[in-house]
């Protein structure tokens, strides 16, 4: 059973627009939330979390909402380069695990110029 | 810089030849993972040490193995590969109870069986 779900497998977006990518979860017990972004031929990297006593973050262009009530939460990325055209993963960890992530499916954001 | 390094990039092995991929560090986190991640799914954990303590998951095939001989090394052996063992092995990398920036990953070794 997929405890982090991205429904979307791929986003079109045109560059300057927004993006926004889904993520929901099942466990509530789930306390951070954060997102990755993969190139191709690499490993994931970083991008921006947030802990659920917020319901929002931001850094830069990048912006992660959280609806616990909902269970669900999305990355914003305003403006959208073509640079920004990757996979874009969402993990979630509960706190009494240390930092264990699940992993949802990925979402591959494709920017067009 | 430190990092988190993985080797070979690209793997091709026979079917039933056992296979070990690596994976280094030099961020001296304590904690190690091995991922494997197959196309278009989560990536998804086959096990991880806790400094020196192994903690397999309950659904790691047992052809699946890793060692790690200290801090910055992590091997990650698999026995006898078959062809439903190709994927992308990811290695990551984090500093227990650190959850500000979750893991640090390699680049992943892509294993191919033939």
């Known amino acids: 059973d997929q405890q982090v779900k991205q429904n979307s497998p791929s986003l079109s977006v045109q560059e300057g627009r927004i993006s926004i990518l889904n993520c929901d979860y099942t466990n509530s017990m789930f306390d951070y939330f954060l997102w990755y972004k993969k190139y191709p031929a690499e490993g994931p990297t970083f991008l921006i979390s947030?802990?659920?006593?917020?319901d929002k973050n931001e850094d830069g262009r990048f912006t992660v909402f959280l609806n616990k009530s909902a269970k669900h939460l999305s990355l914003h990325i305003v403006p959208s380069q073509p640079g920004d055209s990757a996979v874009y993963f969402c993990?979630?960890?509960?706190?009494?695990?240390?930092?264990?992530?699940?992993f949802g499916g990925g979402t591959r954001l494709m920017v067009k110029p | 810089d430190a990092m988190v390094i993985q080797n070979p990039r690209y793997q091709v092995t026979q079917f039933g030849k056992p296979v070990t991929l690596s994976c280094s560090q030099t961020l001296n986190h304590n904690v190690m993972y091995w991922y494997q991640q197959k196309s278009s799914q989560a990536p998804k954990l086959l096990f991880h040490y806790y400094d020196k303590d192994f903690n397999n998951e309950a659904d790691t095939p047992d052809n699946f193995q890793s060692r790690r001989p200290n801090t910055s090394f992590c091997f990650l052996d698999i026995r006898s590969p078959g062809l439903g063992d190709a994927a992308m092995y990811l290695c990551a990398t984090s500093r227990w109870g650190v959850s500000n920036y979750g893991y640090t990953f390699g680049s992943g070794t892509r294993l191919t069986v033939v």
């Open positions: 947030i802990s659920s006593i917020k």
């Open positions: 993990a979630a960890s509960f706190n009494n695990a240390g930092n264990m992530l699940t």
